[in-house]
């Protein structure tokens, strides 16, 4: 089964608008952390946030958030004031603290900003 | 340098050609990882080593040897490798603590082909 769910393969957004990534998670594990990274058309991947499962509060980095609602299982990405360099692949990830501790990778989404 | 890095950017390969790839982090970190990404499929985790002991290796074929001499340095030995091998492989490392949620920094990646 697949334990991350990405169902947008792909997203546009008009430059200073705000636009929401969606991720939806499988695990049984209690505790586990969620991420978000970004890949642009380079290759690297670019670590964007992080919320832990026992985290009460939502994740905030600059003009990222996340918006975790942890009875659905959703993750779900937050760009504010989108910029042309947010254009890029979006990865969510989840690492489970006691099943064996690796990170299982979503799909992806791509972004596409326009100007 | 700081960061991960990774050698080469970009590779074309025959068939029969043995090459290997290289990854070196300066992060002090104590785990890393040999991811492949292929187009249209998430993120493949290939091996997996921490504290130099390969610890996963998710049924990866033969061809592919990996080889961790320090907790700096990671290869990615490569022998007769076929097409659908051609990807892109991502190294990544990280502090690998039990329960603490630490992300992921990856290189930039190199760039497989194989002809």
């Known amino acids: 089964a697949q334990k991350i769910t990405q169902t947008q393969p792909g997203m546009f957004v008009q430059e200073k608008e705000a636009v929401t990534l969606d991720c939806t998670y499988d695990?049984?594990?209690?505790?586990?952390?969620l991420f978000w990274y970004k890949q642009p058309s380079s290759g690297e991947m670019i670590f964007l946030i992080y919320q832990g499962s026992y985290d009460q509060q939502n994740a905030t980095e600059g003009r990222y958030s996340l918006n975790f609602q942890k009875a659905r299982k959703s993750a779900n990405l937050v760009i504010s004031a989108s910029q042309l360099g947010d254009s890029a692949m979006y990865f969510c990830a989840m690492r489970e603290d006691n099943y064996g501790q690796n990170f299982v990778f979503g799909p992806g989404t791509r972004l596409s900003v326009l100007p | 340098e700081t960061g991960v890095t990774q050698t080469p950017r970009h590779l074309v390969m025959g068939m029969t050609n043995k090459k290997s790839l290289k990854c070196e982090q300066h992060l002090g970190h104590n785990a890393m990882y040999w991811y492949k990404q292929s187009a249209k499929k998430p993120l493949e985790l290939m091996f997996v080593?921490?504290?130099?002991?390969?610890?996963e290796n998710n049924s990866v074929p033969s061809r592919f040897s990996p080889e961790c001499p320090n907790s700096s340095h990671l290869f990615l030995h490569l022998h007769t490798l076929q097409p659908e091998d051609s990807a892109l492989y991502l190294c990544?490392?990280?502090?690998?603590?039990?329960?603490?949620?630490?992300?992921?920094?990856f290189g930039s990646g190199t760039r497989l082909t194989v002809v």
């Open positions: 990544a490392s990280s502090q690998d603590d039990y329960g603490q949620h630490y992300g992921y920094t």
């Open positions: 695990t049984s594990d209690p505790s586990y952390g």
């Open positions: 080593y921490s504290l130099e002991e390969r610890v």
